[in-house]
């Protein structure tokens, strides 16, 4: 179990704009991820040190982002202005996760616009939808993973998290990561409903530098 990539979310109209400026800010460049078909989304993706990626993601208008939970909670952000949407682990057995939560997994697929097809399991994603602080998890099945498109020469340094979920700290792999002290992770605890929860900030590490991405 590892934290495979960092999720942000724009609106259909502003995904470019989000691409470059962020792209900017990490001194890397963003592929067109082609789209979801099943979960009615597109992304871009940029590569990032120590075999992670960070995706820019936006939903389209189309019926499978209304009937999808991953559809639905990518419109559920943009709807909210966008930014952070989750943080992501992924399993070489996504099984043993199934049996912990008791629900099963769905399968995922994306075409990238010179015609590779990429396809993986994802689990987890209505715990997301119910508070975005909450990872989802991923099992990839083709071997072309995105943190291989592209030169990576930022890496994640600290994620800092809002949360009033305590049984949080026990989601699968968030316990490993910690101990393994691979990259920091600051939470902030807070019962306050009209808080927004979930991740409020990513620090990279670019260079020497450290930039703040809220």
Same mark, same amino acid.
């Given at each position: 179990m590892r934290l495979d990539h960092v999720s942000y979310v724009a609106s259909h109209d502003q995904i $470019? !704009?989000?691409?470059? %400026?962020? #792209? +900017?800010?990490? $001194? /890397?460049?963003?592929?067109?991820g082609g789209i979801h078909p099943k979960f009615g989304t597109r992304?871009? &993706?940029?590569?990032?040190?120590?075999g992670r990626?960070?995706?820019?993601?936006?939903? *389209?208008?189309?019926?499978? /982002?209304?009937? /999808?939970?991953?559809? %639905?909670v990518v419109k559920k952000k943009a709807n909210e202005g966008g930014g952070w949407l989750t943080w992501v682990f992924s399993s070489t057995n996504l099984e043993l996760i199934e049996k912990q939560i008791g629900r099963k997994s769905v399968d995922g697929k994306r075409k990238k616009p010179? #015609? /590779?097809?990429? +396809?993986?399991?994802? =689990?987890?994603?209505? $715990? &997301? =939808?119910?508070?975005? +602080?909450?990872?989802?998890y991923i099992e990839w099945i083709s071997q072309n993973h995105p943190s291989q498109d592209g030169i990576a020469v930022a890496a994640i340094s600290k994620i800092n998290i809002v949360s009033n979920?305590?049984? =949080?700290?026990?989601a699968? #792999?968030?316990?490993?990561?910690?101990? $393994?002290?691979?990259? !920091?992770? +600051?939470?902030? *605890?807070?019962?306050?409903?009209?808080?927004q929860m979930g991740i409020t900030s990513i620090e990279f590490s670019v260079g020497s530098q450290i930039v703040v991405l809220q």
């Open positions: $470019s !704009d989000v691409v470059n %400026r962020i #792209g +900017s800010q990490i $001194s /890397t460049a963003f592929i067109d992304n871009f &993706t940029a590569p990032l040190l120590n990626y960070i995706e820019i993601v936006c939903p *389209m208008e189309h019926p499978a /982002t209304e009937l /999808t939970p991953f559809g %639905r010179d #015609g /590779t097809e990429l +396809s993986w399991k994802q =689990l987890g994603v209505l $715990s &997301t =939808l119910e508070d975005f +602080s909450h990872p989802f979920n305590k049984k =949080l700290l026990d699968p #792999g968030i316990n490993a990561i910690e101990k $393994s002290n691979e990259l !920091d992770i +600051s939470w902030s *605890m807070n019962a306050e409903k009209e808080i």
